[in-house]
Every structure is written in structure tokens, then in C-alpha cells.
């Protein structure tokens, strides 16, 4: 495993819609500080949801000003956090979901970046130095993405118990999203999808709809900007909005508008 003595706590509590941190390859991105605020309670939850709900009447106001009709992206990010808000709150009172999570996010950061990817890049990295900065190549949109495909492909009904669908990779690598991965981070994906799923296995159990449910949320905490991020918006936040955090949603949304149709 990969000593990460110097981890910035900046990342770690990280609310802002951006992650370029190399140390943890945003492996530790924000969900630490949002199961530290599910821990605090209502205090916790309205230093997200306060400014988040600020933010989402001032760009309605601007969306109704500029006579929109198709959600912008600015919108879309604003509601993201209102639903993050919403999500850490129902965190608040499912204590034995803030620890499976905080396993989850672990063996995220431990097992898979830590140990399996390290190897993995250390191997490579004989041969193509590209694979030296593993943690920068995979910094940004990269477990959000792995996790959302993992949670979609279990939601119509993949058994954890077998080995990881094919169909979840391509999913993957065929969205828009990964358009621009490269080979470096295109290899460490596949690698890092197969460490996942045996992670969600080990930890998430065999209750498939509990399963989901997990992966959708972590997904949602540990994806620096889950508003805009179409395929967490689309996969991850829109159904935990309109299902389960929907009644603790502070400001009035329609999540199928908003997140529905891929921008
Ligand atoms: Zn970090
Ligand atoms: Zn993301």
C-alpha cells in the first residue's frame, strides 16, 4: 500500500465542483467530509444545505430572467447540491449506512488505489512512464464514473456473486464521458472495475436494491461536481432525489427535468 502521509484535508472536505488532487486521485474526494457531517446531524447538513439552497434560487432567478427552457448547467450544478444536502441528511439518520460507506470509501482508497492500482501502475510503468503519476491520470470524474455503471448494471439485476459483466465496461468506456480518457487512464479503469466490484461484493452483500442504493450514494459523495456530472446526475442523483432523500430536499425540484435528459 501507498504511504499518503501529505493528503491535503482540503480535498477531503471538498465541496467545490473541481478535484485535480494526484495524492489520493480522488479516491478521498469529499465523501469523508460529508459522512463527517451525516455524523454532526442537522448542523452538519445546513452547512450544505444553506449556501446550496442560496445558490439555487439565485440561478432560478436567472434562468427565469434569461426565459430558458432546456436546464443549463449552472442550474443543474446548483440543484446537485441541494440534492448532496438532501442525501447527507438522510445520512444523518442512517448511521449504519454512514459505516458501510465509510467502509466502502476505504477499501476504495485503500484496496483499490492504494494497493491494487499501485501494483498495477508499477508494473506498467517499466515500460510506459506514463503509469508513474497513476494518481493524477485518474484524478477527476473516475470512481463517480465506475461506480454509477456498477450500480446501473446491478440495478437490471447482475448478481455481485459472478465476475464483473461485460456489459459494465463497455458502459463505461462507451459513454461520452470517457471520450477522452486516453490509454493510461482507459487501463487503469478496467483494472480499477474489477478491485470495485469485488469490494462492492465483499462489503455491499447480496441484498441487490441495498446494494444499489449504496452505490448511488457514495457515487454522489465522492464525485466532485454530481450536479453537472451527467452520468451521476442521470444514474445516481435523479433517482435518489425522486425516491429516497426526496422529502429531504430543502427546495422544490423536479429531478426528471432537471437531470433527465442528457445534456
Ligand atoms: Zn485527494
Ligand atoms: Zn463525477
Known amino acids: 500500500m501507498q504511504p499518503t502521509p501529505e493528503h491535503s484535508k482540503r480535498c477531503e472536505q471538498a465541496v467545490r465542483p473541481t478535484c485535480v488532487c494526484s495524492t489520493c ?7 469523508s467530509g460529508h459522512l463527517e457531517r451525516a455524523r454532526r446531524g442537522g448542523e452538519g447538513v445546513r452547512e450544505l444545505s444553506e449556501p446550496a439552497e442560496r445558490q439555487w434560487w439565485e440561478q432560478r432567478r436567472r434562468f427565469q430572467e434569461n426565459r430558458r427552457k432546456a436546464p443549463t448547467r449552472y442550474l443543474r450544478r446548483a440543484g446537485g447540491a441541494v440534492a448532496v444536502a438532501a442525501v447527507v441528511s438522510w445520512l444523518a439518520e442512517h448511521e449504519d449506512t454512514v ?31 506514463a ?21 446501473n448494471v446491478l440495478d437490471r439485476g447482475a448478481d455481485l456473486l459472478g465476475r464483473v459483466p461485460d456489459e459494465v465496461g463497455a458502459a463505461v468506456l462507451e459513454h461520452g464521458d470517457a471520450a477522452e480518457w486516453g490509454r493510461v487512464r482507459t487501463m487503469l479503469a478496467e483494472v480499477a472495475l474489477r478491485l470495485l466490484w469485488r469490494s462492492a461484493h465483499v462489503l455491499l452483500g447480496t441484498d441487490l436494491p441495498s446494494a ?52
Open 25 to 31: 486521485g480522488g479516491s478521498l474526494h469529499g465523501w
Open 99 to 129: 459505516e458501510r460507506l465509510e467502509k466502502l470509501g476505504n477499501a476504495i482508497h485503500r484496496d483499490v488505489f492504494g494497493d491494487g492500482l499501485a501494483a498495477f501502475a508499477a508494473q506498467c510503468s517499466d515500460t510506459e512512464p
Open 131 to 151: 503509469f508513474a503519476d497513476y494518481g493524477r491520470a485518474v484524478a477527476g470524474h473516475f470512481w463517480c464514473d465506475l461506480l454509477a455503471e456498477i450500480a
Open 212 to 263: 444499489v442504493l449504496h452505490l448511488r450514494v457514495f457515487a454522489v459523495l465522492i464525485c466532485p461536481d454530481p450536479g453537472g456530472h451527467s452520468r451521476v446526475a442521470d444514474s445516481c442523483l435523479r433517482p435518489l432525489a425522486r425516491d429516497t432523500v426526496r422529502d429531504h430536499l430543502t427546495a422544490g425540484m423536479d429531478p426528471e427535468w432537471l437531470w433527465g435528459d442528457k445534456p
